[in-house]
């Protein structure tokens, strides 16, 4: 069987977590005004870095939103969504090579490492915002993930939720599974290959197949 790799976004895909960051995003937008109402789903698949160089390095606000966006994430909760830890479970048992592909910081995982201290060890290998110097919708995360799994992106599947991230996944060659949810399904189909609205839709052996041929 050739080399291929699933390749996960994790906020809104294999946790539970963007409602939850759209409130955080707009309280660090009410204290910090950027020039969108709209700027925490303008955002979504944006590494913070990214973020800060777009919409605050401008006004020298940089270290305070950062540190605004850390206080406010270490109050957030996270839970695996519908299905998701499963279908990790499956691929590990497949012996399919899995990455995590994430515009989170160091400073995030720590966090998740707290609430769901498994997810990590679940993983091939991990690509997290410190890992790349250019963000979604630039594929460089998607294409190194793939790299690092020894498969062509081609022979990769990206699961993604964001506008930002089923471009990315696109851009990099590889089939792109849109979760619906964070937005509609109409939304993100034109860059998707497949979209289901959780992964107990999914037809996992369809999906391993269409890789492997």
């Not at 994430?73 to 479970?89: D, H, I, N, R, T």
């Not at 290998?125 to 081609?154: C, F, H, Q, W």
């Not at 937005?183 to 052996?205: Q, T």
């Amino acid at each position: 069987m050739k080399s291929i790799g699933v390749l996960f976004d994790l906020d809104g895909v294999l946790i539970d977590s963007e409602s939850e960051y759209t409130k955080v995003w707009s309280e660090v937008n009410r204290r910090f005004p950027s020039q969108y109402p709209d700027l925490a789903h303008r955002i979504k698949g944006m590494t913070l870095d990214n973020i800060i160089a777009t919409h605050y390095a401008a006004a020298g606000l940089g270290d305070s939103v950062r540190a605004t966006l850390h206080e406010l994430e270490a109050q957030m909760s996270y839970k695996w969504l519908p299905g998701a830890k499963e279908f990790v479970e499956w691929l590990i048992a497949m012996d399919i090579p899995r990455a995590l592909v994430t515009s989170s910081d160091n400073k995030k995982m720590e966090h998740l490492r707290e609430e769901i201290p498994e997810l990590e060890g679940m993983m091939t290998e991990l690509v997290t915002a410190d890992r790349i110097t250019r963000s979604k919708p630039d594929p460089e995360g998607y294409i190194l993930a793939a790299n690092l799994l020894g498969a062509d992106p081609k022979n990769c599947v990206v699961f993604e939720d964001s506008l930002q991230g089923v471009k990315a996944g696109r851009a990099s060659g590889a089939y792109v599974t849109g979760i619906a949810g964070t937005l509609p399904a109409s939304v993100i189909e034109p860059y998707c290959d497949m979209v289901v609205n959780n992964f107990e839709e999914l037809d996992r052996d369809a999906l391993i197949a269409k890789l492997t041929r």
